[in-house]
């Protein structure tokens, strides 16, 4: 459920800087010092030409705010980007947590609003740009928007206490797929869906992960992210080995199947996709 905002233009700037990369942030408080004090510096006129009082007031104006915004508006981005340096941390310590707990305890015990900060994070090493809107509460509404390339998905998130997911929750996160017109949608839960959730979803462009899918397809993006930056992942107590495609060769990725027997199971599919359909299944 998002959160509604009464902070003004305070709260908006600090926003800015929180949902985006905290060195944007740093950029930006940088950009509007020197923009705003351009503008406190300048020479304004104090008495104005037969006509000119209007303009003259303007410019008086307009340097008032400048004077105090030079000092304001950067340090209310820098706050922002400080926060998304503390946002990203956590995040990146939660997955971590998760990948390295082979009996699944930190998923089921975390917060709800830590649960949506890793699926989030998960989302987001699969390529995804990650909106959180969520905040709201531990449950309701949806939690993530995903955009990739032009398409937007939408994301709910059950906290672990739901831990077997009815298919009204599938049905409401439809609905809202319908209304904003989005390409597809998930639904996340640390426990199970019911058989009536992952018949509903079938068909409908909507996955479910549970659990186990979430925690393989952590582990299964961290080695990746990992390789692509050429450093070596911790250990997990139960390591993910990434599989050759059968077919062609490339590496493959952790999927959810959306439906036939083996709906909301995870599975391994080439990151070729949908130009080679090769599979295998997940251990």
């Known amino acids: 459920m998002a959160r509604r905002s009464n902070g003004g233009v305070a709260e908006a700037l600090f926003r800015i800087g929180a ?33 000119q009082t209007g303009q003259m007031m303007v410019g008086q104006m307009v340097k008032a705010l400048a004077t105090w915004g030079q000092y304001i508006v950067p340090v209310l981005l820098l706050f922002g980007a400080a926060a998304s340096a503390i946002g990203r941390h ?31 994070e998960a989302f987001r090493m699969q390529g995804y740009a990650v909106t959180e809107t969520g905040g709201g509460g531990a449950d309701g509404g949806i939690d993530l928007a995903l955009k990739k390339g032009s398409e ?33 949608g998930f639904v996340v839960t640390s426990g199970v869906f019911t058989a009536e959730a992952r018949s509903f979803a079938q068909g409908r462009n909507i996955e479910l ?18 390789a692509k930056v050429g450093e070596e992942p911790r250990a997990a107590a139960a390591p993910v080995a990434e599989p050759a495609c ?30 080679c359909r090769g599979m295998k299944a997940a251990d």
């Open 152 to 184: 937007l998905f939408l994301v709910q998130c059950k906290h672990w206490k739901a831990y077997k997911v009815s298919v009204s929750v599938v049905r409401e996160l439809y609905g809202v797929m319908a209304a904003q017109g989005a390409a597809g």
């Open 90 to 120: 956590k995040r990146q310590h939660l997955v971590a947590e998760v990948a390295g707990d082979a009996s699944a305890q930190a998923l089921r015990t975390m917060s709800w609003r830590d649960f949506e900060l890793l699926t989030g």
């Open 246 to 275: 059968p077919r062609c060769g490339s590496a493959m990725v952790i999927r959810v199947a959306k439906k036939g027997a083996n709906a909301g199971k995870a599975f391994w599919g080439c990151s070729a996709y949908p130009q």
């Open 209 to 226: 992960i549970d659990g186990t899918a979430l925690k393989k397809m952590i582990e299964s993006a961290r080695l990746v992210v990992a």
């Open 19 to 51: 949902v985006l990369p905290w060195w944007v942030g740093v950029l930006l408080a940088a950009g509007a010092y020197l923009f705003l004090h351009r503008y406190a510096i300048a020479e304004v006129p104090t008495a104005a030409a037969p006509g």
